[in-house]
């Protein structure tokens, strides 16, 4: 028997990048560029039809690390979403490894080696406002996230 490797085709739009049953989808993305400059952070909420319901941008305290800015955004926008008493919301971002660890974590997976990471405990700060929400997270192709990295890259250069 011969296996064949079936391929998708690659999604044209960010709804194609979703699961179908998604109804509320919100974009996350952080800016970064060097430990000792200040992060910004960006969010965007749509419906699934992709209407424009609520965006944030903010200037964060510097972060040693990429993947703790992008956490930190995620923190944020999961929190200002979850203030404002929104369910069921699948988070998106470009930043796969951290999707991967929130994942892993929502799921309680003890695969420790994939799981420790210097995010890790916002990591679980997000676990434990999700968890409550029924808030889900999902990557997506960097071309779908183009207006929420202005919004952090602006807030970070503008220092909003």
């Given at each position: 028997?011969?296996?064949?490797?079936?391929?998708?085709?690659?999604?044209?739009?960010?709804?194609?990048?979703?699961?179908?049953?998604?109804?509320?989808?919100?974009?996350?993305?952080?800016?970064?560029?060097?430990?000792?400059?200040?992060?910004?952070?960006?969010?965007?909420?749509?419906?699934?039809?992709?209407?424009?319901?609520?965006?944030?941008?903010?200037?964060?305290?510097?972060?040693?690390?990429?993947?703790?800015?992008?956490?930190?955004?995620?923190?944020k926008?999961?929190?200002?979403?979850?203030?404002l008493?929104?369910?069921?919301?699948?988070?998106?971002?470009?930043?796969?490894?951290?999707?991967?660890?929130?994942?892993?974590?929502?799921?309680?997976?003890?695969?420790?080696e994939?799981?420790?990471?210097?995010?890790?405990?916002?990591?679980?700060?997000?676990?434990?406002?999700?968890?409550?929400?029924?808030?889900?997270?999902?990557?997506?192709?960097?071309?779908?996230?183009?207006?929420?990295?202005?919004?952090?890259k602006?807030?970070?250069?503008?220092?909003?």
């Open positions: 028997m011969v296996l064949q490797r079936v391929s998708r085709p690659a999604p044209e739009t960010i709804q194609d990048a979703l699961p179908h049953e998604v109804q509320l989808y919100c974009i996350v993305d952080a800016s970064w560029k060097s430990p000792s400059e200040k992060i910004g952070i960006g969010w965007s909420l749509y419906s699934k039809e992709g209407t424009l319901r609520l965006q944030g941008s903010s200037t964060m305290d510097a972060t040693g690390t990429p993947l703790v800015a992008e956490a930190v955004a995620m923190w926008a999961v929190c200002q979403l979850h203030r008493c929104y369910k069921n919301v699948t988070f998106v971002g470009d930043c796969l490894k951290l999707v991967q660890q929130l994942e892993c974590s929502m799921e309680d997976k003890q695969h420790i994939d799981y420790i990471s210097e995010a890790s405990s916002t990591i679980h700060d997000i676990k434990v406002v999700a968890m409550k929400n029924h808030y889900a997270f999902n990557n997506v192709p960097r071309i779908f996230i183009n207006v929420v990295d202005s919004l952090a602006n807030a970070r250069t503008n220092n909003q």
